[in-house]
């Protein structure tokens, strides 16, 4: 079992920044990939970035420039740093945690709402 807290969420003007956080609690030895993906509403939850255990990352083209996705082993901790953040950003973003036994893990959801 892993256990996913996220934190970081909140109301932002339009090209501003917000950094989100991903703790990872439990079994966390098995912890592969971890990644957001966000939902906005009426649109279908999408990837956003992923960082694999070795450090390797994938974006999608949406944000790629301008979000940065990276991983504290040492505090067992996934962040998603966002800049020049635009309205069209605006969803929950759902921190998740896959393992090798082929599980994922997600994190409660928080807001993130990019207005002036």
């Known amino acids: 079992q892993v256990q996913l807290v996220e934190s970081g969420g909140g109301l932002v003007q339009p090209g501003g920044s917000l950094k989100l956080s991903c703790a990872a609690s439990?079994?966390?030895?098995?912890?592969?990939?971890m990644g957001w993906y966000r939902q906005a509403p009426g649109k279908q939850r999408e990837l956003v970035a992923s960082?694999?255990?070795?450090?390797?990352?994938n974006y999608a083209a949406s944000v790629k420039g301008r979000f940065t996705i990276f991983r504290d082993n040492t505090k067992n901790t996934a962040y998603l740093q966002m800049n020049s953040l635009k309205p069209e950003d605006t969803a929950v973003y759902y921190c998740?945690?896959?393992?090798?036994?082929?599980?994922?893990?997600w994190g409660q959801g928080t807001q993130v709402t990019v207005s002036s």
């Open positions: 998740y945690a896959d393992i090798r036994a082929g599980i994922r893990y």
């Open positions: 960082v694999t255990a070795g450090g390797g990352t």
């Open positions: 439990g079994s966390i030895f098995s912890i592969t990939t």
